[in-house]
C-alpha cells in the first residue's frame, strides 16, 4: 500500500472529479438530515445538491485521455499526496458543519458525523504513508520479532488480569463521581452530549458514550462503568513499551513496563472511572513515540499519525491540553537550541500540526462556542482562575513565588513522598522507597543527557507535567492522581536509573549478563511483591476508598435498593450526613430507584406492609428498637469491613 508522490495522467482528474461529486451527494445527505422533516415538498431541501454532485460522478466517468488533461493532470492539486490532504480536509471540514447543523436540530445519531471524521484522518494518514506493507512483509517482520512481541505480550496480559480481577467488586463501592459519570454516560444518546465532540466537566462526550456502550452491552452495574479505565490501563504497557524502547532500547523499556505493570498506584486507578488520567498514561505516550519516531526517522506518517491522535484525545480527557503544550514547547526549544536537527525534519513537524489541526476541527468548533466548557477544570480548579492564589497569599502573608514553588514542589513529592489518598486511600506514595530511588538516579541521567532530543522530550514530558500539576492546579492533595500524566516518564527514568546503577557496580548487561539479569529481576521481584501488597493486601481488603464513611453508605445503599424485588415506597432514616441525594453512586447503582428521605423519628411514618425502611449508621439502633415492635418483617445487615453500615427492613 504505497501512495505515490505525484501523477500525470488522466486517472487523476477522474479521481478529484468523482470525489467532489461523492463530497456533494454526503453534503446534501448531511443537510437534508440536518433538519427537520418538511412533507410541504415533492423533493427534500438540497436535493439539488444531491443531484448535482450525481451529475459531477458521471462526469467524472466520461473522462477520457487529451493532450490538455494530460498536461493538466501534473497540477500539483493533483498530485497523489496533495489530493490526498485535500481530501481529509474537506471531510473534516464536513464532519465539522455537520455537527454544527446536527446541534441545532437533532433528529439522528453521530455515528455518519464520526464515520466522516475518521475517514479524513485516515485521508491524510494515507497522503504520507510510503511504506511497503503486504501480507508477506507483516508475517516477515513478525517472525523476525516475536520473541519480543511475545515478551511484551505476556507483561500485557498479567497487567490485564490485576486490572480486570473482580473489577466490579475491587473497590467494593463506587465514589460519587463514579456515579455521576455513569448518569451522564447513560445521558449521552440525546441532548447536548450526543454529540461526540462536546465536553462535559472535561470528560470527552466520546469517551462518555463509550461507557454508555458498555454499560448498555454489561447492564448498569460497576464492571461496565469500570471496563474503560481497565482497558486503558492495560494498553498503557505496549504504548509505554515503544516509547521507553525509541528512548532507551529493550532493556530499558520491559523494565519499564514490568514497573508499570505492577505499579499499585496505576493498578488502582486503572480500576474506577472518576479519575480520566488513567488514559493518559497510554494515549500520551504513543503521541509522544509517533512524534519523536517520526522526526528522527523523518518518516512524515508517523507525525501525521501523531498529530491525529492528538486530536483524538481532546475527546476523552483534558490531558490532551498538556501534550498539545508540551509539543508546542519541545518543537520550539528544538528549533532555537537545537536547530540544526530541527530543520532537517521540519517538514514532519509540520505534518504532525497538519494531521492535528485536520482532525481537531468538529471540537475544535465546540470549544469555540463553548469555551466554559473547554476551560471548565481551569474555572474550578485552576490556581489563578479560582481565586485560590489570592486567598491563599493574604492567608498566609506569602508572596506568590513562595506560594507556587512550594505547589511545584508538593507536586513532585506526590510521586514520592506524600500518600496518594484522595480517590485512593492508600498510605503509600505513587512510587515505592525501591523506585523512587531508582526514578532520582534516572532523573539525574536524564537531565544529563538532555542534549539527545530523545532526552529532551523525556524531561520535557516529567518537568512539564509537574509544572502543569502543581503551577496550574489545586488543591494539593489532587497532586496525588493528577502526577499520572507524569508516571509513565518517572518509570522510564527508574528503568534507566536502575541499569546505570548496575553498570555503575561493575554488574552492567556488557559486562556480566547473569549478574545482571539477577540484579534487575530481584529487583523486579521486590517491587512486584511490595505493589500487588500495597494494593491487593493493604487497600483492597479494607475499606478505605471513598472520601468518608458518609460516601461509602451512598454506594452500599444504591446496591441494596437495586435488589428490591418489589414497586413499594423505600424509606430512608435520614439526618443532615446521611441521605438520599448526596451522592449520584445511589442513583447510579439502584437505576433511580426513588427514595424517601424521613428525618423525624420513626414512629411518625406509616408504612404499609412491603415497603422497605433502610437506616443509615447513627440510626440503626432506632430502626432496630421499632422492628422488635413490629416483628414479622425482614432484617438485613449491611457491613463495611467491621462496620455496620446499613440496616434495612421490610414491613410485614
Same mark, same amino acid.
Given at each position: 500500500?504505497?501512495?505515490?508522490?505525484?501523477?500525470? #495522467?488522466?486517472?487523476?482528474?477522474?479521481?478529484?472529479?468523482?470525489?467532489?461529486?461523492?463530497?456533494? &451527494?454526503?453534503?446534501?445527505?448531511?443537510? &437534508?438530515?440536518?433538519?427537520?422533516?418538511? /412533507?410541504?415538498?415533492?423533493?427534500?431541501?438540497?436535493?439539488?445538491?444531491?443531484?448535482?454532485?450525481?451529475?459531477?460522478?458521471?462526469?467524472?466517468?466520461?473522462?477520457?485521455?487529451?493532450?490538455?488533461?494530460?498536461?493538466?493532470?501534473?497540477?500539483?492539486?493533483?498530485?497523489?499526496?496533495?489530493?490526498?490532504?485535500?481530501?481529509?480536509?474537506?471531510?473534516?471540514?464536513?464532519?465539522?458543519?455537520?455537527?454544527?447543523?446536527?446541534?441545532?436540530?437533532?433528529?439522528?445519531?453521530?455515528?455518519?458525523?464520526?464515520?466522516?471524521?475518521?475517514?479524513?484522518?485516515?485521508?491524510?494518514?494515507?497522503?504520507?504513508?510510503?511504506?511497503?506493507?503486504?501480507?508477506?512483509?507483516?508475517?516477515?517482520?513478525?517472525?523476525?520479532?516475536?520473541?519480543?512481541?511475545?515478551?511484551?505480550?505476556?507483561?500485557?496480559?498479567?497487567?490485564?488480569?490485576?486490572?480486570?480481577?473482580?473489577?466490579?467488586? &475491587?473497590?467494593?463501592?463506587?465514589?460519587?463521581?463514579?456515579?455521576?459519570?455513569?448518569?451522564?454516560?447513560?445521558?449521552?444518546? /440525546?441532548?447536548?452530549?450526543?454529540?461526540?465532540?462536546?465536553?462535559?466537566?472535561?470528560?470527552?462526550?466520546?469517551?462518555?458514550?463509550?461507557?454508555?456502550?458498555?454499560?448498555?452491552?454489561?447492564?448498569?452495574?460497576?464492571?461496565?462503568?469500570?471496563?474503560?479505565?481497565?482497558?486503558?490501563?492495560?494498553?498503557?504497557?505496549?504504548?509505554?513499551?515503544?516509547?521507553?524502547?525509541?528512548?532507551?532500547?529493550?532493556?530499558?523499556?520491559?523494565?519499564?513496563?514490568?514497573?508499570?505493570?505492577?505499579?499499585?498506584?496505576?493498578?488502582?486507578?486503572?480500576?474506577?472511572?472518576?479519575?480520566?488520567?488513567?488514559?493518559?498514561?497510554?494515549?500520551?505516550?504513543?503521541?509522544?513515540?509517533?512524534?519523536?519516531?517520526?522526526?528522527?526517522?523523518?518518516?512524515?506518517?508517523?507525525?501525521?499519525?501523531?498529530?491525529?491522535?492528538?486530536?483524538?484525545?481532546?475527546?476523552?480527557?483534558?490531558?490532551?491540553?498538556?501534550?498539545?503544550?508540551?509539543?508546542?514547547?519541545?518543537?520550539?526549544?528544538?528549533?532555537?537550541?537545537?536547530?540544526?536537527?530541527?530543520?532537517?525534519?521540519?517538514?514532519?513537524?509540520?505534518?504532525?500540526?497538519?494531521?492535528?489541526?485536520? /482532525?481537531?476541527?468538529?471540537?475544535?468548533?465546540?470549544?469555540?462556542?463553548?469555551?466554559?466548557?473547554?476551560?471548565?477544570?481551569?474555572?474550578?480548579?485552576?490556581?489563578?482562575?479560582?481565586?485560590?492564589?489570592?486567598?491563599?497569599?493574604?492567608?498566609?502573608?506569602?508572596?506568590?513565588?513562595?506560594?507556587?514553588?512550594?505547589?511545584?514542589?508538593?507536586?513532585?513529592?506526590?510521586?514520592?513522598?506524600?500518600?496518594?489518598?484522595?480517590?485512593?486511600?492508600?498510605?503509600?506514595?505513587?512510587?515505592?522507597?525501591?523506585?523512587?530511588?531508582?526514578?532520582?538516579?534516572?532523573?539525574?541521567?536524564?537531565?544529563?543527557?538532555?542534549?539527545?532530543?530523545?532526552?529532551?522530550?523525556?524531561?520535557?514530558?516529567?518537568?512539564?507535567?509537574?509544572?502543569?500539576?502543581?503551577?496550574?492546579?489545586?488543591?494539593?492533595?489532587?497532586?496525588?492522581?493528577?502526577?499520572?500524566?507524569?508516571?509513565?516518564?518517572?518509570?522510564?527514568?527508574?528503568?534507566?536509573?536502575?541499569?546505570?546503577?548496575?553498570?555503575?557496580?561493575?554488574?552492567?548487561?556488557?559486562?556480566?549478563?547473569?549478574?545482571?539479569?539477577?540484579?534487575?529481576?530481584?529487583?523486579?521481584?521486590?517491587?512486584?511483591?511490595?505493589?500487588?501488597?500495597?494494593?491487593?493486601?493493604?487497600?483492597?481488603?479494607?475499606?478505605?476508598?471513598?472520601?468518608?464513611?458518609?460516601?461509602?453508605?451512598?454506594?452500599?445503599?444504591?446496591?441494596?435498593?437495586? /435488589?428490591?424485588?418489589?414497586?413499594?415506597?423505600?424509606?430512608?432514616?435520614?439526618? #443532615?450526613?446521611?441521605?438520599?441525594?448526596?451522592?449520584?453512586?445511589?442513583?447510579?447503582?439502584?437505576?433511580?430507584?426513588?427514595?424517601?428521605?424521613?428525618?423525624?423519628?420513626? #414512629?411518625?411514618?406509616?408504612?404499609?406492609?412491603?415497603?422497605?425502611?433502610?437506616?443509615?449508621?447513627?440510626?440503626?439502633?432506632?430502626?432496630?428498637?421499632?422492628?422488635?415492635?413490629?416483628?414479622?418483617?425482614?432484617?438485613?445487615?449491611?457491613? #463495611?469491613?467491621?462496620?455496620?453500615?446499613?440496616?434495612?427492613?421490610?414491613?410485614?
Amino acid at each position: 500500500m504505497e501512495a505515490p508522490e505525484s501523477g500525470g #495522467d488522466n486517472n487523476n482528474i477522474r479521481r478529484f472529479v468523482a470525489f467532489l461529486g461523492i463530497f456533494f &451527494i454526503l453534503l446534501s445527505q448531511f443537510l &437534508i438530515f440536518s433538519n427537520q422533516v418538511d /412533507t410541504t415538498g415533492v423533493f427534500p431541501p438540497y436535493t439539488w445538491l444531491a443531484v448535482f454532485g450525481v451529475f459531477v460522478l458521471a462526469l467524472s466517468q466520461l473522462i477520457r485521455p487529451a493532450g490538455f488533461l494530460q498536461k493538466i493532470s501534473t497540477w500539483f492539486i493533483f498530485q497523489e499526496r496533495s489530493f490526498w490532504v485535500l481530501a481529509a480536509f474537506l471531510l473534516s471540514i464536513l464532519a465539522t458543519g455537520a455537527t454544527a447543523n446536527f446541534m441545532l436540530f437533532t433528529r439522528i445519531n453521530y455515528i455518519p458525523v464520526v464515520t466522516i471524521w475518521l475517514l479524513g484522518a485516515g485521508a491524510y494518514t494515507y497522503a504520507f504513508f510510503n511504506v511497503s506493507l503486504t501480507a508477506n512483509v507483516l508475517f516477515a517482520w513478525i517472525k523476525k520479532n516475536r520473541n519480543e512481541i511475545m515478551a511484551v505480550a505476556v507483561v500485557t496480559l498479567f497487567a490485564a488480569a490485576f486490572r480486570f480481577y473482580r473489577l466490579g467488586q &475491587i473497590p467494593r463501592i463506587l465514589d460519587g463521581d463514579e456515579g455521576l459519570i455513569g448518569i451522564f454516560a447513560q445521558e449521552t444518546s /440525546t441532548g447536548l452530549l450526543a454529540n461526540p465532540f462536546a465536553l462535559w466537566e472535561n470528560f470527552g462526550a466520546m469517551y462518555m458514550q463509550l461507557i454508555n456502550l458498555c454499560l448498555r452491552f454489561f447492564g448498569v452495574n460497576s464492571f461496565a462503568l469500570r471496563l474503560l479505565p481497565a482497558i486503558g490501563g492495560t494498553l498503557a504497557i505496549p504504548s509505554l513499551y515503544l516509547l521507553a524502547r525509541w528512548i532507551g532500547g529493550r532493556r530499558i523499556a520491559f523494565i519499564t513496563i514490568i514497573i508499570l505493570a505492577f505499579s499499585h498506584s496505576h493498578i488502582h486507578f486503572s480500576r474506577i472511572v472518576s479519575v480520566a488520567y488513567i488514559h493518559g498514561t497510554w494515549l500520551a505516550p504513543l503521541e509522544l513515540y509517533l512524534l519523536i519516531s517520526g522526526l528522527e526517522k523523518r518518516e512524515s506518517w508517523r507525525t501525521a499519525l501523531g498529530g491525529i491522535l492528538l486530536a483524538i484525545h481532546f475527546s476523552v480527557y483534558l490531558t490532551a491540553q498538556f501534550i498539545m503544550a508540551l509539543v508546542l514547547i519541545y518543537m520550539l526549544i528544538a528549533f532555537l537550541f537545537y536547530r540544526p536537527w530541527f530543520r532537517s525534519r521540519f517538514s514532519q513537524a509540520l505534518v504532525f500540526w497538519g494531521g492535528f489541526l485536520t /482532525t481537531i476541527m468538529p471540537s475544535a468548533f465546540y470549544f469555540y462556542n463553548n469555551s466554559s466548557e473547554f476551560f471548565n477544570r481551569f474555572s474550578q480548579g485552576g490556581t489563578f482562575q479560582s481565586g485560590w492564589l489570592e486567598q491563599t497569599m493574604q492567608a498566609t502573608g506569602q508572596g506568590s513565588f513562595e506560594i507556587l514553588f512550594g505547589r511545584f514542589v508538593h507536586a513532585f513529592l506526590s510521586l514520592i513522598y506524600y500518600p496518594a489518598f484522595d480517590f485512593y486511600g492508600s498510605s503509600s506514595p505513587m512510587m515505592s522507597m525501591i523506585s523512587s530511588t531508582l526514578f532520582l538516579a534516572g532523573l539525574v541521567i536524564a537531565l544529563w543527557r538532555i542534549r539527545n532530543p530523545t532526552y529532551l522530550l523525556l524531561n520535557g514530558y516529567f518537568w512539564g507535567a509537574t509544572f502543569s500539576v502543581g503551577i496550574f492546579a489545586i488543591p494539593p492533595s489532587a497532586d496525588s492522581y493528577r502526577m499520572l500524566m507524569a508516571l509513565p516518564a518517572a518509570l522510564i527514568m527508574a528503568a534507566i536509573g536502575l541499569d546505570q546503577i548496575l553498570e555503575l557496580l561493575g554488574i552492567g548487561y556488557n559486562n556480566t549478563r547473569v549478574a545482571y539479569k539477577f540484579s534487575v529481576s530481584a529487583v523486579l521481584t521486590s517491587l512486584l511483591i511490595f505493589n500487588l501488597w500495597t494494593y491487593y493486601g493493604d487497600f483492597a481488603g479494607q475499606c478505605r476508598y471513598g472520601n468518608s464513611l458518609v460516601d461509602r453508605f451512598a454506594s452500599y445503599m444504591g446496591s441494596y435498593v437495586k /435488589t428490591i424485588d418489589n414497586e413499594l415506597s423505600v424509606y430512608l432514616l435520614s439526618d #443532615d450526613l446521611y441521605f438520599y441525594g448526596s451522592h449520584a453512586s445511589t442513583d447510579f447503582l439502584s437505576e433511580k430507584r426513588k427514595i424517601t428521605n424521613f428525618p423525624d423519628p420513626i #414512629d411518625m411514618l406509616a408504612p404499609v406492609s412491603g415497603e422497605t425502611i433502610i437506616a443509615s449508621p447513627e440510626r440503626i439502633p432506632e430502626l432496630e428498637e421499632w422492628a422488635r415492635a413490629h416483628p414479622g418483617g425482614l432484617l438485613q445487615y449491611q457491613y #463495611d469491613c467491621a462496620t455496620t453500615i446499613l440496616l434495612s427492613y421490610r414491613v410485614p
